[in-house]
């Protein structure tokens, strides 16, 4: 994005900081790699109790971050009112968010992405595993999660659009199912 | 989907007991008995988070018997993973079944496998040590001919991989793009994504496979290779452009709906490969016409087909419009693309209107007139209820703001930033308001007191810069000294009012600037003694509350305001309190405040008033201090170390394992878990530019080392401090900026109360108050016109230094580009084997150097001189004409063009290195020896040539080199010669290499040969050696010097000027590279990266920091001696050039 030049070099988004932040990390003082990161940064399934459903990291994260990262995000998306944006900021990040009966799918991405289009993967997820399931409910999520990451690992890749296919993916699914 | 969805976890344990209605497969239902099942309803039946632990726990242990027992078998283990995914989900350890999710990744069963895998993904992190573990397993896999054992493995690679393994599995992946199956070759391509994010480095080679997959006749391989694309043309768009009208295609085959209608997404066409082309090309055509004329046709069809009503046609749109805004303009597409964000302004949909502040926010700056005809829209969404969509309207009069509506916008940051508690969103906003102030401030009262807000709320999250930059601000003033006076004394005024009030507390760092200031400036003030000032200063150090660093800066500036104090009543009592302090630094400024205080006029000379920008000279090599030193090491005192040193000695005598392999390892991790020792490497930093030095700092503020990146931590990468407890109940200061504001515009309560007409009246009086200057006849550049009208406070000189600086860069270009040429012989024998098979491009780069060298330009650069000292002679490589530049220049020719054409006999096996000039070394009326290096990789090739000048034959010519102390000499085969032709040439090699470090050394030998069988003669030569013929760059990342720097214990530093020449950082640094052979690993901004090796594996790492004409070199090594001798060689370079 374009910004004003300054006098004062301030921090921005998608600045990367001195490489001596490797050495600090070395130390151990600071989180372990600056992120080769890929469009979306994780994504998060919790009920309107703000139970975790499911929990797909695409960089690399401590146990202790993803702890508090959930917390502070179900708690954040909870105590958002239904007429408000999809969208809101979180540290650096963007946070898009949507509400399928009692789930709340929540993804990552970077102030730059589409946060339109992040819906629109959102909703595919959600068709996906729709189709998978038969009239897919909370229930199918909790009790077969394991499938419902299957199923992300074939759309989603790294954080990338793997394949927007709706055959292809469940193709790939059953394929892998019937062994 | 939301109609399907009914049932809750409210009607859960109901639901448990009736077959589930029309509910999943088989599947679904078999888990109801399964354990994991009775696990989710048993958590899902308590009520409290301590039984939940509770229950998890006596899980996570019956579980931990489970896997570890020898009966399980690996269907019981692929049901326990999955238990052990969920509990871990839940947030307990469950790191004990990590080493089992990779045995069933490695021993299952395809299903079991797939668990594995899975869990595998789920619970590791790129850089966990048990990842290696699974490493066989993947290439096993890999190889395998099951297509679905292949896909599980590539799904795998393509999220988690350790970065070490890569040349493990990289042959196999790429095989796979060959692959029949398209899934096969989607993932594989993916993979490689991956690979390039996290080590791009490894997979430059195969480029032009990245080719072929996005030729692929499959959709989604092409799509998957976008993905690459995206990232390497973010990195480099140049190199990327001749596949503009391959992109352009593929987008207009798209949007034309010529793919199959499976990729169709609500009868959209593939709307992710669309959003991903339009990146592409946004980044592709930024600032290049002839590319952006390529695409204009597909983008106006993407505007125009986008017509349905859905979210997903809006994303493409915004993409679109962002394209447009991005690609050199076309007034046509413009007009469409602002209509679109028109659109989305005006949507009811509170998404896609935040999308379009969005878009504003982007383009407002190429169009300002768009603000001026959404201006109702962006008012309202000031007052929006999600802050979300306040927060982008801020971000959006924040690109619009010029001297004129300043202090409203200003305002509406200020009232936002007072209702957030994020500090990310303080972080940032402060930084913009600070950044404002300095630009547009209207008046003096108006920018102390916007500071003073910044200061108050910002308080210790804030970057570090904007304390240090509004000081210098103050200290170096403008272009009106009266101006400046009056800034200053309106500060000190602000200040003295602000600590007069009872029970508010300050953020630490505004204390610091107040004392500061009021230590600087204090002087300003007519009514108000110095006394005055120094009891308010001593009412805060007496304050528990304030920070030891705060303090330090405190009794500096009383220090400062002494010397101009008459009576020193507080002083003395300060003196009498702190020198019995606990606080060993508070001890030490107060005894030098007590012995100036006995001497006031040395106090005088040492304090003057109002110098804080003149340059102080500090003797960074204390050399005053030589005497002291040499008397108490004479009367047996140990030699000074420095804390570190001390440190590293302390831990190498400790017993510990030693973890890293025997000689140089560069992937070691070795030293993560350590103190960082760069903490203490400050003690031999003397020139006293840390903040807690207070008292140096009176005489004059280091200003230009003012951002500070190195502290008492090592690295301080705008480190967010967590002890501001204060910061959160500050209150604003009393002298808020509401006063600047128009009343009736701000108070809200009160608009509730009036009418709904009057309500818009507000509206409309807000927006002429923000939208002031966006008129028509600033429609053209408005930003950049208002800077120029109303810069307040700009700095003096600055910019004019900022533009020397540039032409001197561009100047320099020519000669780096040059240089990395002449490194190409001995840097890289890769590039240089290559480069026949590169062809063109390569070519072309050469032929131009050459004209460059042809050309007269070229004496003035420092460059020739290398050249006719080494010449860079591949001839035996090229025989392309271009490649004549290799040869020395005429000037030295006539001498060295018989020794050079002696050495072309055998530099078929040494082409690739560098070498020196032949350089006779003795002679008599048979022989004639010269001899020349060559700086090989792994040691120095001493080449003796000696020639048979003679019409008769010589036997047994043999060559003998002396031992010498510090060298390890060898004979390279085949040195002695029976018989030896008359007139012929023959060379003797022997490489050389170093035993011990030394500065200046000699090798000496002597030829021996007989002559006829009788007569035998003898010659003695001696050649010259220093320590650089042994020094070669060292090829590391960034991230493994930074863990290097961290573990050398040597360092030394200094600031070197830089000649006239050499003002710009990379060409500095290209010097150093082409003279010293040291190796560039990063510059950043005015920060640069070096590293060499003393042969054989002695590292030696250096940091360059540029500021005017200064080069502040740091070198660390783990040898003594090395840093020392590269100083005094980089000094040399320096200055001689």
Known sequence: KFRHSTTASLPQHGDRGFPFAAAAAAAGQAPPRPLPAAAMRFMLLFSRQGKLRLQKCYVPLSDKEKKKITRELVQTVLARKPKMCSFLEWRDLKIVYKRYASLYFCCAIEDQDNELITLEIIHRYVELLDKYFGSVCELDIIFNFEKAYFILDEFLLGGEVQETSKKNVLKAIEQADLL | ?1137
């Open chain 2, 1 to 1137: 989907m939301s109609d399907i969805v009914e049932k809750t976890l409210t009607a859960l344990p109901g639901l448990f007991l009736q077959n589930q209605p029309g509910g999943g497969p088989a599947a679904a239902k078999a888990s109801f008995s399964s354990r994991l099942g009775s696990l989710v309803r048993g958590i899902t039946a308590l009520t409290s988070k301590h039984e939940e632990e509770k229950l998890i726990q006596q899980e996570l242990s019956s579980l931990k018997a489970t896997v570890s027992a020898p009966t399980t078998t690996l269907k019981m283990m692929k049901e326990c993973m999955v238990r052990l995914i969920y509990c871990e989900m839940l947030g307990y350890d469950a790191s004990f079944g990590y080493i089992h999710a990779i045995k069933l990744a490695q021993q299952g069963n395809l299903l079991e496998k797939r668990v594995g895998y899975l869990a595998v993904s789920l619970f590791l992190h790129e850089s966990h040590e048990l990842l290696l573990l699974l490493v066989n397993t993947v290439v096993k896999d890999l190889q395998s001919t099951n297509l679905v054992e292949v896909c599980m493995a590539l799904t795998v690679v393509s999220q988690i991989f350790p970065r070490e393994m890569i040349p493990a599995v990289l042959p196999l992946i790429e095989d796979k793009l060959q692959h029949s199956k398209e899934i096969v070759r989607r993932k594989a391509v993916l993979a490689l994504y991956k690979f390039h994010l996290i080590a791009p480095n490894q997979v430059q080679h195969i480029h032009i496979k990245f080719r072929k997959a996005l030729c692929d006749r499959d959709v989604g391989v092409m799509a998957a290779s976008l993905h690459i694309y995206l990232r390497m043309i973010k990195e480099n768009s140049s190199g990327y452009k001749d596949l503009t009208g391959s992109f352009v295609t593929i987008l207009k085959q798209v949007v034309g709906g010529k793919l199959p209608v499976e990729f169709n997404y609500h009868s959209v066409p593939a709307p992710w490969l669309q959003i991903q082309l339009l990146r592409i090309l946004g980044l592709l055509g930024k600032d290049d016409q002839r590319t952006s004329e390529l695409m204009y046709d597909v983008l106006d069809e993407s505007l125009r087909r986008a017509e349905l009503n859905h979210n997903v046609t809006y994303a493409i749109l915004f993409e679109c419009v962002h394209t447009v805004y991005s690609i050199y303009p076309k007034s046509e597409l413009l007009e469409k693309a602002a209509k679109c964000i028109g659109k989305f302004v005006l949507s009811p949909k509170i998404n896609l209107k935040y999308l379009g502040l969005k878009a504003l926010t982007y383009v407002i700056q190429q169009d300002p007139t768009l603000a001026l005809q959404h201006q109702m829209t962006i008012i309202e969404c000031l007052d929006h209820l999600d802050p979300i969509i306040k927060r982008e309207t801020l971000e959006l009069l924040y690109r619009i703001t010029n001297a004129q509506n300043i202090t409203v916008i200003v305002q509406k940051m200020l009232e936002y930033l007072h209702q957030s508690k994020e500090e990310y969103v303080i972080v940032n906003l402060v930084g913009k308001i600070a950044e404002l102030a300095e630009k547009y401030a209207p008046d003096n009262a108006w920018f102390i007191q916007t500071m003073n807000a910044v200061f108050s709320v910002g308080g210790d999250v804030m970057h570090p810069d904007i304390p240090n930059n509004f000081l210098r601000l103050l200290a170096e003033g403008f272009d009106d000294e009266t101006e400046d006076q009056q800034l200053r004394l309106y500060a000190v005024q602000s200040y003295l009012t602000l600590l007069d009030m009872e029970n508010v507390f300050y953020p630490q760092r505004f204390l610091q600037v107040m004392s500061w200031v009021l230590g600087e400036y204090s002087y300003l003030l007519d009514k108000e003694m110095p006394e005055e000032v120094i009891a308010k200063l001593y009412k805060l150090l007496m304050n528990d509350s304030v920070s030891s660093e705060t303090k330090a800066w405190l009794i500096a500036a009383v220090t400062k305001l002494t010397s101009q104090a008459h009576s020193s009543n507080t002083v003395e009592r300060l003196i009498h309190e702190f020198t019995i302090s606990l606080d060993t630094c508070m001890r030490q400024h107060a005894f030098e405040l007590k012995h100036l205080h006995e001497n006031v006029e040395l106090m005088k000379s040492l304090l003057p008033v109002d110098r804080s920008c003149e340059d102080l000279v500090v003797d960074a090599s204390l050399s005053f201090l030589d005497g002291f030193v040499a008397e108490g090491l004479s009367q047996g005192a140990a030699p000074y170390k420095p804390h570190h040193q001390r440190q590293e000695e302390k831990l190498s005598q400790e017993k510990v394992l030693n973890f890293e392999p025997y000689g140089l390892s560069f992937s070691s991790s070795g030293f993560t878990g350590r103190q960082s020792p760069a903490g203490i490497s400050l003690g031999s930093d003397v020139s006293g530019n840390s903040a807690e030095t207070g008292l140096k700092e009176t005489n004059s503020l280091k200003l230009e080392g003012i951002k500070k990146l190195w502290g008492k931590e090592g690295y301080l990468p705008k480190k967010e401090s967590k002890t501001g407890d204060e910061s959160g109940a500050l209150p604003v200061p009393q002298e808020s900026i509401m006063e600047n504001v128009d009343q009736a515009i701000t108070k809200k309560d009160q608009s509730q109360v009036l009418t709904q007409s009057k309500e818009e009246k507000e509206k409309q009086l807000l927006a002429s108050s923000l939208f002031v200057g966006l008129g028509s006849e600033s429609t053209i550049n408005l930003l950049g016109k208002a800077d120029t009208v109303s810069h307040k406070f700009r700095r003096k000189s600055k910019v004019k230094e900022a533009k020397s600086g540039e032409t001197t860069s561009t100047h320099n270009m020519t000669c780096s580009s040059f240089s990395s040429l002449s490194n190409v012989a001995y840097e890289d024998d890769y590039y240089s084997n290559t480069l026949h098979d590169t062809g063109d491009k390569e070519l072309k780069k050469f032929s131009l150097s050459s004209e460059l060298l042809d050309s007269e330009s070229l004496t003035e650069l420092p460059l020739v001189e290398k050249f006719s000292y080494c010449s860079l002679s591949t001839p035996s490589l090229f025989a392309n004409n271009n490649m004549e530049i290799f040869h020395p220049p005429q000037s030295t020719a006539a001498s060295v063009a018989k020794e050079s054409s002696l050495a072309s006999s055998f530099l078929e096996e040494t082409t690739e290195y560098m070498h020196s000039n032949a350089m006779e070394v003795c002679n008599n009326e048979t022989i004639s020896v010269s001899s020349y290096k060559i700086w090989k990789d792994d040691c120095l090739l001493m080449v003796w040539s000696v020639t048979n000048k003679s019409g008769l034959e010589l036997k047994s010519a043999d060559l003998e080199i002396f031992p010498a102390e510090n060298f390890k000499v060898t004979e390279q085969p085949g040195c002695c010669l029976p018989v030896m032709e008359a007139e012929s040439t023959k060379s003797f090699q022997y490489s050389v290499q170093i035993e011990k470090p030394f500065t200046e050394g000699n090798l000496t030998g002597f030829i021996s040969y007989h002559m006829m069988d009788t007569h035998s003669a003898q010659l003695e030569f001696s050649v010259n050696l220093s320590l650089l013929d042994f020094i070669r760059p060292l090829k590391i990342s960034s991230d493994d010097f930074g863990k290097l720097w961290l573990s050398f214990a040597n360092d030394v530093k200094q600031n070197v000027k830089m000649s006239e020449s050499q003002a710009a950082l990379p060409s500095a640094l290209k010097t150093l590279q082409q003279k010293l052979r040291l190796h560039i690993i990063e510059i950043i901004g005015n920060e640069g990266l070096l590293a060499c090796q003393l042969l054989p594996s002695i590292p030696c790492l250096l940091h360059c920091r540029v500021h005017a004409d200064i080069l502040a070199l740091w070198f660390r090594s783990s040898c003594s001696t090395l840093p020392d001798y590269l100083l005094y060689q980089c000094q040399k370079v320096m200055e001689g050039s």
